[in-house]
């Protein structure tokens, strides 16, 4: 009987064992289950996360878009439209000249954020939309200061309202353009676009009298709604007796040959013109490669050694001469220095008042500046005026910049001296 307990109580031992085995081998296993499925539970959750993201944005874009396209449509129904220039409120014109690459578009958007009214333009091709601060091409038919003069100039913003009398109505004028580019590529619109300049023609083909170059100043282009070619722009020309102040923009001329560069870089660009890119990067290598490119191609196209001698007498054509081969992008120096040259001119020929504005004056003096100019415009000051940046290339070195002041202090008139002396150093005027 003993025997027969002993066997019952070793059996129950030995079940109880084989049960704690069995539960072992069911229960170890568990968690690492567990924690696989934790991981990828949480995977899964990063995936789901991501994915929302991007839906996320890709529909906060689209009800972006679609709230940009709303608003455009708004203000196409609601566009502002010109005054009679016979009304006793109608505003004065100012002219707000400039060379291009010269600052213009922060100096216009500026005075028009700051003042609270609309500026014009020459080229009616483009509007500012203030409320998503951007230039838009073609957003609808250029509207003219003045309702009975249809021939421009035309407001930039299509919401902001017009200056009353005696508050001026500042005007961008870059006093015409050169032929259309005949760089590696150019677009087929430049034909109608009297506000491109040429880098790499001929410097005769460029020139401009002073007294053609003041008509031009008052030469303007305009959309007129339409799709053809042949229909969407109208080059007309108004009466520039009507311009009663003007504002004589003026830049760096180094920065503004490199900003030259630099927009002749983004254009090609934007036309996939990879060509341009690929064989002048956007650094200081490509900049002297292009440099290169247009003077030699200028040299090639025409002797610019005899138009110095023709236009300048046979000493100083020579030595105009000697000084280019040393000068980067002279051609560029030279239509700079002429462009001033003849604004100047036109200016004191007006006989109108003159605010001379250095484009770095917004660097060392922000507000006062804007605050000068609003006054000599008569315009209100509503709004603190945006911030400034500027940056500077280290484009040059000393004896390119050296040389180049040389050639400039050479070409510049009387007149236009007294604004860009401080430009030239320790140049003299010859």
């Given at each position: 009987m003993e025997k027969d307990t002993k066997k019952g109580t070793q059996k129950k031992m030995n079940l109880n064992h084989e049960q704690e085995k069995h539960i072992a081998s069911r229960m170890l296993p568990l968690p690492e289950m567990q924690l696989d499925k934790t991981i990828r539970h949480n995977h899964m959750l990063k995936i789901c996360f991501v994915m929302f993201c991007v839906v996320s944005t890709i529909i906060t874009l689209c009800l972006q878009k679609l709230s940009h396209s709303q608003h455009s449509e708004r203000q196409l129904q609601t566009?502002?439209?010109?005054?009679?220039?016979?009304?006793?409120?109608?505003?004065?014109?100012?002219?707000?000249?400039?060379?291009?690459?010269?600052?213009?578009?922060?100096?216009?958007e500026t005075i028009q954020f700051a003042s609270g009214v609309n500026t014009a333009s020459n080229n009616g091709k483009y509007t500012f939309n203030p409320s998503i601060n951007e230039w838009i091409q073609d957003a609808h038919a250029s509207v003219p200061i003045y309702s009975n003069r249809p021939n421009g100039p035309f407001l930039i913003s299509p919401?902001?309202?017009?200056?009353?009398?005696?508050?001026?109505?500042?005007?961008?004028?870059?006093?015409?353009?050169?032929?259309?580019?005949?760089?590696?590529?150019?677009?087929?619109?430049?034909a109608v676009d009297a506000y491109y300049y040429c880098h790499d023609c001929p410097i005769e083909q460029t020139f401009r009298k002073p007294h053609e170059f003041w008509m031009e100043c008052a030469s303007s282009i305009s959309y007129t709604g339409g799709t053809a070619t042949d229909e969407k722009y109208k080059s007309t020309h108004y009466d520039h007796r009507n311009v009663q102040r003007a504002i004589h923009l003026v830049r760096d001329p180094f920065d503004?040959?490199?900003?030259?560069?630099?927009?002749?870089?983004k254009k090609h660009?934007?036309?996939?013109?990879?060509?341009?890119?690929?064989?002048?990067?956007?650094?200081?290598?490509?900049?002297?490669?292009?440099?290169s490119y247009i003077s030699t191609r200028e040299n090639n196209a025409m002797n610019?050694?005899?138009?110095f001698r023709r236009q300048y007498g046979e000493e100083l054509g020579n030595e105009l001469w000697t000084l280019a081969q040393s000068v980067p992008c002279y051609t560029e120096f030279?239509?700079?220095?002429?462009?001033?040259?003849?604004?100047?001119?036109?200016?004191?020929?007006?006989?109108?008042?003159?605010?001379v504005l250095h484009y770095e004056s917004f660097l060392r003096q922000l507000e006062p500046t804007i605050q000068a100019l609003l006054l000599f415009c008569q315009l209100?000051?509503?709004?603190?005026?945006k911030r400034f940046f500027y940056q500077k290339y280290d484009y040059w070195s000393h004896d390119e910049m050296q040389d180049a002041r040389l050639f400039m202090g050479k070409i510049v008139s009387r007149q236009a001296f007294t604004f860009l002396s401080v430009y030239l150093g320790k140049i003299g005027f010859h």
């Amino acid at each position: 009987m003993e025997k027969d307990t002993k066997k019952g109580t070793q059996k129950k031992m030995n079940l109880n064992h084989e049960q704690e085995k069995h539960i072992a081998s069911r229960m170890l296993p568990l968690p690492e289950m567990q924690l696989d499925k934790t991981i990828r539970h949480n995977h899964m959750l990063k995936i789901c996360f991501v994915m929302f993201c991007v839906v996320s944005t890709i529909i906060t874009l689209c009800l972006q878009k679609l709230s940009h396209s709303q608003h455009s449509e708004r203000q196409l129904q609601t566009i502002v439209q010109g005054v009679d220039s016979t009304s006793p409120s109608s505003p004065p014109l100012l002219w707000l000249l400039y060379y291009p690459n010269s600052g213009e578009a922060f100096s216009s958007e500026t005075i028009q954020f700051a003042s609270g009214v609309n500026t014009a333009s020459n080229n009616g091709k483009y509007t500012f939309n203030p409320s998503i601060n951007e230039w838009i091409q073609d957003a609808h038919a250029s509207v003219p200061i003045y309702s009975n003069r249809p021939n421009g100039p035309f407001l930039i913003s299509p919401s902001l309202p017009i200056p009353v009398s005696p508050q001026y109505i500042v005007t961008k004028t870059s006093c015409g353009g050169y032929p259309p580019s005949s760089s590696i590529t150019s677009p087929s619109n430049h034909a109608v676009d009297a506000y491109y300049y040429c880098h790499d023609c001929p410097i005769e083909q460029t020139f401009r009298k002073p007294h053609e170059f003041w008509m031009e100043c008052a030469s303007s282009i305009s959309y007129t709604g339409g799709t053809a070619t042949d229909e969407k722009y109208k080059s007309t020309h108004y009466d520039h007796r009507n311009v009663q102040r003007a504002i004589h923009l003026v830049r760096d001329p180094f920065d503004v040959i490199v900003d030259t560069f630099h927009s002749e870089y983004k254009k090609h660009a934007s036309q996939n013109d990879f060509n341009f890119i690929h064989q002048f990067p956007y650094d200081t290598h490509g900049f002297h490669k292009w440099c290169s490119y247009i003077s030699t191609r200028e040299n090639n196209a025409m002797n610019n050694h005899d138009f110095f001698r023709r236009q300048y007498g046979e000493e100083l054509g020579n030595e105009l001469w000697t000084l280019a081969q040393s000068v980067p992008c002279y051609t560029e120096f030279f239509h700079y220095s002429t462009w001033h040259n003849h604004a100047a001119f036109a200016t004191h020929e007006m006989r109108v008042p003159i605010y001379v504005l250095h484009y770095e004056s917004f660097l060392r003096q922000l507000e006062p500046t804007i605050q000068a100019l609003l006054l000599f415009c008569q315009l209100p000051f509503v709004h603190v005026p945006k911030r400034f940046f500027y940056q500077k290339y280290d484009y040059w070195s000393h004896d390119e910049m050296q040389d180049a002041r040389l050639f400039m202090g050479k070409i510049v008139s009387r007149q236009a001296f007294t604004f860009l002396s401080v430009y030239l150093g320790k140049i003299g005027f010859h």
